[in-house]
């Protein structure tokens, strides 16, 4: 069989894809997220499920995506479409595309406002203002930001002109030099937090906090939460890797870099949680600030260890970073699919679609202000209004929904011979385990916990 290429590129290598789909995966989902709805949430049980959820849901969907993209090589609606065709089923399955691109516009419109917020941090961290900080200290800082909307207004919009001028440029060797030295460099400065939180003196009471489960402080919206959080920070549910793996070169196995990609997701998310949940105790905090918590530890950290300014300043610079290789991720597949289906010019779309998501952010930019109101979800009070009501309504219900459809995709729209060819050929153990899992874990589980939530 000749090699098939999309019409929008191909990575170079196995490691291209790695790094594009890890950069995809490794964001603010991991770093600014994770830790505030574990806080909010209780901690370890929260931690427990979500893991669960990665290993038992995650990965094998993850796997899904990558290989219906790398068979249908299109925008994940039109790959849908013709793959639902080729076996003989409705073509009504691309209205999954649609939706995911509809989750993926929402998310990226707030995503670029937090990644504002750290973009308006390297600033702060650079002028020496964290120097000594307090608790106090920290927290006004960052209540001053939030309640600045033009302020947040000029960070996103030079976030969302940064992502536009990257998805505007198409799948690049550049990225891959980037990415190979950012990545490992983020993951450095992980360490060292984690090194200032061993000499909080808290640092036991950080990791019970995320390790040991009690069942007791969690609610059944806090399990929903935790699956939600698990599609988000693993980029799946909204076509996002299935466009990552339409650019994948056929032969490469699809199950070792999907295991890969989750485990370093899944490391990034706990060494945050553990760099940031010492300094919560140590200061006296409570865990459930929400989503300010990273603005308001780790600037405490950075205000004591020596070379704090400079540390400080870099650790911004590289998660303002991974913020970006996530985002192009999520405004791929729709750019994809105007270039496919309305034939605009790569860059005209990538710009469309930059203001249409720009606008959208500024309902989270009020929703931090001005706009704020207070509703309850979950048994959890959210302070953040529209910003909250995106979030849960994306990562809560879009992505988990997006997420079961691919499965059964996967598992039951196509055929078995595709589904096995793509997998590499051979019909043992390993696929009949996944086969397994997509064909009826997954669906079970997605059942399991809907119906616990609908009827608690
Ligand atoms: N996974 C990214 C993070 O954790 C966010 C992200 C990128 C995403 N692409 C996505 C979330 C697609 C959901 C769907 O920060």
Known sequence: MSERISMHGQWSSRLMFILAATGSAVGLGNIWKFPYIAGENGGGAFVLIYLLCIALIGIPIMM??????????????????????????????????????????????????????????????????????????????????????????????????????????????????????????LFVLLLILLVFAGTTGKFEEGVRFLFNPDFGAISVGGILIAMGHSFFTLSLGVGAIMMYGSYLPDGISIAKVSIAIALVDTLVALLSGLAIFPIVFATGMTADVGPGLIFQTLPIAFGQIPGGDFFGTLFFVLLVFAAWTSSISLVEPLVAWLVENKGFERSRAATRVGVCTWLLGIVTIMSFSSWSFQFSFGGETKNNGLFDVMDIMTSTFLLPLGGLAIALFAGRVMSRSSVVDELGGKDGFSFKLWYFVIRYITPAAFVAIFINRLFP
């Open 64 to 185: 899904s995506e990558v290989l219906i993209g790398r068979r249908g090589r299109q925008s994940p609606i039109n790959t849908l479409c013709t793959l639902a065709r080729e076996s003989g089923k409705a073509s009504s399955w691309r209205v999954v595309g649609a939706l995911g691109i509809l989750a993926a516009f929402i998310i990226v419109s707030y995503y670029g406002v937090i990644a504002g917020w750290a973009l308006a941090y390297i600033v702060r961290m650079a002028s020496g203002i964290f120097t000594g900080v307090t608790a106090e200290g920290a927290a006004s800082i960052f209540r001053g930001l939030v309640a600045d909307p033009e302020r947040l207004l000029a960070w996103h919009t030079i976030f969302m002109v940064m992502t536009t001028v990257l998805v505007a440029r198409g799948v690049r060797p550049g990225l891959e030099q980037a990415i190979k030295v950012l990545m490992p460099a």
